[in-house]
């Protein structure tokens, strides 16, 4: 993988900057262990130069307190160097990872593509190729869940939320409405050491290929020594570098996300000191619309596994955003983000709905 191309500060530029928050409603409410949401907030950069516009949007980490109304506060903090010219390299240390700097250095990454003229794609010497995404099931009865898992039948991989209230009875059920699935799970903090070691190899017996975040975050030591029957992801364990070196003692698989990152850049340096340590990736979301997803899209070209469902989730997207289509996610239009390189697209399966 190729390092990040940097431009330099031009002091003399004339750039435009605006940040603004968005809501969007959930088509069902989406339950995990301990939270229920039925809406998104979001924060949407915008900083033009020389004729082009870059954009990014930012979800933040709900677990981290790290909300709209906060994010925009932080990004006013940085707007008069973003006005100067302010680099992505200068962002990196300029605000924290978090929503704010992931919205505003893929912004910088979408104009940088425009103003380089070859788009991001070439920039990182990635081919944009369509990915097989996760479809998720919220937390709800097994037999709902089995509902739910038959009919997305289009999904060949399915991410099952789970709590601690029958694990094994959830994805049984599951198992049997979808023999063909790959399921993985996301536990989202809710199990213990001791139930994780009871249920584990049932799991393992349905054959789960993957269980994301099994223990608190902060409270996972114990799984230091342990030997799991099906490989463990660190999610909330490992949000950017800073923590890389702890979750490598505990972990098979790291869960990249860009408003855990902070951004493209650090998802970029992660997965490549992840890699180098011999542990497989995945790259997840916070739910968001398609502006969330596309640069998340240059990070599952490097995964293992995809869950890129965010805009499924909404009752509508952005226009010429990401096309998803039997279980298939392909990158967005090269207008949308990432341009002026023409990727290689999915054909829709349904007409794209219209924008919130």
Known sequence: MLPAIL?????????????????????????????????????????????????????GVYYTNDFADGMLEQIELVRGDILAGMTREE??????????????????????????????????????DPVRTAFTISINSAEEMARQAAKAADYSL???????????????????????????????EGFSFAQLRRTADALADLGVAMIEQPLPRGGDSELEGYKSPVP????????HRGELSQALE?????????????????????????????????????????????????????????????PLALRSDLVNGLVYRKGMVGPPAPEFWGGPLAPRRLAASHPPETTH
């Open 232 to 239: 463990l992801c660190a999610d909330e364990s490992c949000l």
């Open 250 to 310: 505990r972990y098979d698989m790291i869960n990249i996300k860009l408003d855990k990152t902070g951004g493209l850049t650090e998802a970029l340096a992660l997965a490549a000191e992840a890699r180098k340590a011999g542990k497989a990736l995945m790259v997840g979301n916070m739910v968001g619309t398609s502006l969330s997803m596309a640069p998340a899209f240059a990070i599952a070209q490097l995964c293992e596994f995809a869950d890129l469902d965010g």
């Open 91 to 128: 962002l990196q240390s300029a605000l924290p990872p978090g929503g704010a700097r992931n919205a505003l250095d893929c912004a910088l990454w979408d104009l940088d593509a425009r103003l380089d003229g070859r788009g991001v794609w070439d920039m990182l010497s990635i081919s944009p």
């Open 158 to 188: 399915i991410k099952i939320k789970l709590d601690a209230e029958t694990p094994v009875e959830r994805v049984a059920a599951i198992r049997a409405a979808r023999p063909d699935a790959t399921l993985i799970i996301d536990a989202n």
């Open 7 to 59: 431009l330099p500060r031009n002091q003399n530029m004339n750039r435009s900057f605006c940040a603004y928050k968005t809501s969007w409603p959930l088509r069902t409410p989406i339950r995990i262990t301990g939270h229920v949401f039925e809406k998104i907030d979001m924060v949407v950069v915008e900083i033009g130069q020389d004729g082009h516009t870059g954009r990014g949007e930012g979800c």
